[in-house]
């Protein structure tokens, strides 16, 4: 079964710093890993999505790596703004028909102005 | 695009009754819609997945037969909660998917159900 691991559980940076957010995966065989936003209480914001095939996807501030082979992926976000505070999920599909996605924990993220 | 909406936001239900929550892809045609469960300071945990016309399939350990999903058509999925109690109170999220590559679910924005 499909396991997706984050670190750090939480991150406090000062506004303006870069930072990279890891996820992890036990099984490589994924057909696409997503990262969201989650603002609390709140539902889930797509920020990206890579599929088994890509290397990285960017939008805006983020970039999103992934590497299959070492099962991991990470979210770079340069530039950090207050704006950015939230709860980064990762999740990965893979590929089953009747599958939905397998989400990390979080990463809280604190970007103190 | 790729709009998806639930309602209500909000609930609070006294024990033993039912609540019903709709999931509705407004602009685009969903051939799988999921459903999700989110504890405090707990990830999301997929409950089960309803395609257009079918049942539904449920994750190990989620009760069918408490867990009611209902999907009626291309754009509208219900769950149905039935006989709840204290314990189900939870963050309950829809997500729906197009046919086809690259499969990306786009979410709603959640349903907080207190059971009280």
């Known amino acids: 079964k499909q396991e997706v691991t984050q670190i750090p559980a939480a991150l406090s940076v000062p506004e303006g710093e870069n930072l990279v957010l890891n996820c992890s995966f036990t099984?490589?065989?994924?057909?696409?890993l997503q990262w969201f936003r989650q603002d609390p209480g709140k539902g889930l914001t797509s920020l990206l999505l890579?599929?088994?095939?890509?290397r990285e996807q960017t939008s805006g501030r983020l970039n999103a790596s992934l590497d299959k082979s070492s099962g991991r992926s990470t979210l770079y976000i340069a530039a950090s703004q207050p704006g950015d505070s939230a709860t980064y999920l990762c999740?990965?599909?893979?590929?089953?028909?009747?599958?939905?996605?397998?989400f990390g924990k979080g990463t809280h993220l604190i970007i103190q102005p | 695009g790729a709009v998806v909406s639930q309602h209500p936001s909000r609930v609070i239900c006294k024990s033993g009754t039912s609540v019903k929550i709709e999931c509705r892809s407004l602009?685009?045609?969903?051939?799988?819609m999921f459903w999700y469960r989110q504890f405090p300071k707990q990830s999301l945990m997929l409950m089960a997945t309803s395609n257009e016309g079918s049942k539904a399939t449920y994750e190990q350990g989620v009760e069918k037969d408490k867990f009611l999903i209902n999907h009626a058509s291309l754009t509208l999925s219900t769950l149905t909660v039935t006989s709840a109690h204290p314990e189900d109170s939870s963050f309950y999220i829809c997500?729906?998917?197009?046919?086809?590559?690259?499969?990306?679910?786009?979410f709603g924005p959640g349903t907080r159900l207190t059971v009280t």
């Open positions: 602009d685009f045609q969903a051939t799988t």
């Open positions: 997500s729906a998917r197009r046919g086809g590559a690259p499969y990306e679910q786009y």
């Open positions: 099984d490589s065989a994924i057909y696409n």
């Open positions: 890579i599929q088994s095939s890509q």
């Open positions: 999740a990965d599909y893979s590929g089953g028909g009747a599958d939905g996605l397998t």
